[in-house]
């Protein structure tokens, strides 16, 4: 598994309750700038409009060897299909009729076979409270550590 992109703002910004792993429609443009590491998951979001997953603001520019003229028109944060299966989209759909639950992708990478596939998670947005208190605990932790490190 080659990691090619990882929304490390997704963490912070949200709690994850559940991952899942799924593939993408992509042209061969794409797919080939993917490849070389030019892709931005990180403003990005994943929409579910008409029983479809829909990954929306994913930067992937033209592949530098592309000529523009055969893709006029290219919008690089064009919105994207996300294939997933239906048993997987039934608890997704269900997890997100709660209140303040967002799907947002945290990884694009290669699996074994050479295939693009993201990681997306279900999750609740933090509070600014909330991820102070997180900072707290994870420094308060380091502290005793250290502090168990000297003795």
């Given at each position: 598994m080659k990691l090619i992109s990882k929304n490390k703002h997704a963490y912070h910004d949200y709690q994850i309750d559940k991952e899942y792993e799924v593939w993408i429609i992509l042209k061969?443009?794409?797919?080939?700038?993917?490849?070389?590491?030019?892709?931005?998951?990180k403003?990005?979001?994943?929409?579910?409009?008409?029983?479809?997953?829909?990954?929306?603001?994913?930067d992937v520019p033209l592949y530098e060897k592309t000529s523009h003229l055969l893709v006029p028109g290219y919008l690089p944060k064009w919105k994207r299909k996300i294939l997933i299966t239906k048993k997987e989209l039934a608890k997704i759909s269900s997890a997100l009729d709660k209140s303040g639950t967002t799907i947002i992708p945290l990884e694009i990478y290669l699996n074994k076979r050479g295939l693009i596939k993201i990681k997306i998670g279900v999750g609740k947005t933090l509070r600014k409270v909330e991820k102070k208190q997180i900072l707290k605990e994870k420094d308060i932790d380091r502290q005793m550590k250290r502090e168990m490190k000297h003795l």
């Open positions: 061969w443009h794409e797919v080939k700038s993917i490849k070389a590491s030019h892709v931005n998951i403003d990005s979001i994943i929409r579910l409009e008409h029983k479809e997953l829909w990954i929306n603001n994913m």
